[in-house]
């Protein structure tokens, strides 16, 4: 079994900032690519951005240049530094993995339960 585990959201007021983070536990044999979506309320699930394991980023355009995504292979986490936020951001974020593990050593796609983060004054 493989696991994914957010944390760190919260309330924050327009401008402040948080850190998101995902730890992949379990029977994990390989981390491939590592990413961020979130879905606000009555929309749908939207990619924020994605990390290769040799660290290279993307990020949809409405992040970009507010929004960090890094990774500590060794402990097995992605974050999401989130900076500069906006009401617009508010959202539950789940992080995303492509993780062989060592029982299937097939190449599959895990998800996070969410962490709710909430934007306003």
């Known amino acids: 079994q493989v696991q994914l585990v957010e944390s760190g959201g919260g309330l924050v007021q327009p401008g402040g900032s948080l850190r998101l983070s995902c730890v992949a536990s379990?029977?994990?044999?390989?981390?491939?690519?590592m990413s961020w979506y979130r879905q606000a309320p009555g929309k749908q699930r939207e990619l924020v951005g994605i990390?290769?394991?040799?660290?290279?980023?993307n990020y949809a355009d409405s992040v970009k240049g507010r929004l960090t995504i890094s990774r500590d292979n060794a402990k097995n986490t992605v974050y999401l530094q989130m900076n500069s936020l906006k009401p617009e951001d508010t959202a539950v974020y789940y992080c995303k993995a492509m993780i062989t593990s060592t029982i299937t050593r097939i190449p599959s796609n895990y998800w996070g339960q969410g962490t709710q983060v909430t934007v306003s004054s």
């Open positions: 990390i290769a394991s040799g660290g290279s980023t």
């Open positions: 379990g029977s994990i044999w390989n981390i491939y690519d």
